[in-house]
């Protein structure tokens, strides 16, 4: 500033650029957030979606399953970023028919080595030392591909329409160090349960969802005539115009009509599906002091009356193992035959040369081990089929043993 005052062109400037880039990051922040219906809609999807999958993933796991109410929260791309500073394993889902977009599964390590384990034949221990193999992430991507397949039928039942989703692709990530190739946009949904496995698993999982797929599912559960845009779901879900003389009624009430029809929906969904949704005591207090002005008068609430349905006692469960095994029947193998070893000396590796003979530990016509993913299960005895040389089997694990082996 000069000494009479005036400020120069320089700072001028400078104000300018500060003021516009304030206004900006405001505008982006503001058009970042969701309603309270919006929110209460996503609830409502998580819900409905994840208690089915529960239910497939408790039986997948012979274990009890339970997840939590979600958590809806709008969050940046750097601001995620900040926080999830350590690999985790991330299953991205797309939805190819009846939703267009894509979503992410977020998993961290453990809970992922836990339910590969159990797949595989496990108690579902694991130290903290394991390391997540290829192996582990094919049988938890067949776990995620059964859970992701309980969730489209669920919400078909929620948008009526037909869901469709591709096989889910898990991969271990890191998120500061590989975030271009997750392609995220600038500002996402985070959606958080708590997730209980038995004993074995008390975490979290978070499910990211792109800020403009998030509107447009609940722009679609909302009123599916209607735009995506929020301003005209509002309008969609309007109750019809008052008789001439009367006031109009202000937004927040077509808010709660747009809120009692999404948990009408949701209701309806989770009643079909043999399954009730949690709810915070908050939502229930919401619903209950709604529910009489939705109600027409002379009008009798009619109550669903059904016979209870018990699970049996006694659970089969070589037919759960079985179940387990037909999951994992598609996952690769590497079978290796070792005829022999020997130990030698640096010094003799380095005489080596063509020509030279190493001589093994086992004798001519002794049987060879057969490792399953560097695990011994079988011996044999080498035989040539046509040109090429074969193992035939003369004792090998039972299946149980081998199952635990791999």
């Known amino acids: 500033m000069s000494h009479d005052g005036i400020l120069s062109q320089e700072e001028i400037d400078a104000l300018l650029n500060q003021s516009g880039e304030t206004s900006d990051s405001e505008t982006l922040a503001s058009e970042a957030q969701l309603t309270e219906v919006e929110i209460d809609a996503l609830g409502e999807i998580g819900n409905i979606s994840y208690g089915s ?41 797309e939805f190819t028919e009846g939703l267009l977009g894509k979503n992410l599964m977020v998993l961290k390590i453990r809970d992922a080595l836990v339910i590969a384990n159990i797949m595989m034949g496990g108690d579902g221990q694991v130290n903290e030392e394991d390391e997540l193999t290829e192996l582990h ?37 890191n998120m500061q160090q590989e975030s271009d190739q997750l392609d995220l946009e600038d500002w996402l949904v985070r959606i958080g349960f708590r997730l209980r496995v038995g004993t074995l698993i008390d975490s979290t999982i978070m499910l990211l969802i792109p800020l403009s797929f998030a509107k447009e599912m609940v722009s679609l559960l909302i009123s599916p005539s209607s735009a995506s845009t929020v301003s005209e779901v509002t309008a969609a879900t309007e109750v019809p115009a008052a008789p001439a003389g009367a006031q109009a009624e202000p937004a927040s009430s077509a808010s709660m009509h747009a809120e009692a029809s999404v948990r009408q929906k949701a209701t309806a969904v989770s009643s079909e599906a043999g399954y009730s949704t949690n709810h915070s005591p908050g939502e229930l207090r919401a619903s209950a002091s709604g529910s009489p002005s939705h109600q027409s008068q002379g009008e009798t609430q009619q109550i669903p009356v059904q016979k209870p349905e018990f699970t049996p006692l006694f659970e089969q469960k070589s037919q759960v193992e079985t179940q387990n095994l037909d999951i994992l029947m598609d996952i690769p193998l590497h079978i290796s035959v070792e005829l022999g070893r020997t130990k030698k000396m640096i010094k003799e ?47 090998i694990l039972d299946p149980r043993e081998r199952l635990r082996n791999i």
């Not at 796991?61 to 394993?89: A, G």
């Not at 309980?150 to 898990?170: C, D, F, G, K």
């Not at 380095?350 to 001519?364: M, R």
């Not at 080498?382 to 035939?392: A, L, S, T, Y």
């Open 137 to 173: 992430l094919s049988a938890v991507q067949e776990a995620m591909n059964q859970m992701m397949g309980s969730s489209a039928t669920a919400m078909a039942s929620l948008y009526q329409r037909v869901v469709n989703i591709s096989p889910p692709q898990a991969r271990v990530v």
């Open 53 to 93: 999958s529960a239910t497939a993933l408790s039986t997948i796991l012979s274990q009890r399953v339970e997840i939590t109410t979600p958590q809806v929260q709008v969050i940046s791309k750097e601001r995620l970023l900040e926080e999830f500073n350590t690999p985790y394993v991330i299953l991205q889902v």
């Open 349 to 395: 590796i380095l005489e080596l040369a063509p020509g030279s003979v190493i001589e093994l530990d086992k004798l001519a016509g002794e049987p060879v081990d057969i490792y399953v993913n560097q695990k011994l299960i079988a011996r044999g005895e080498v035989v040539v089929i046509d040109e090429n040389f074969g193992v035939r089997i003369t004792n």
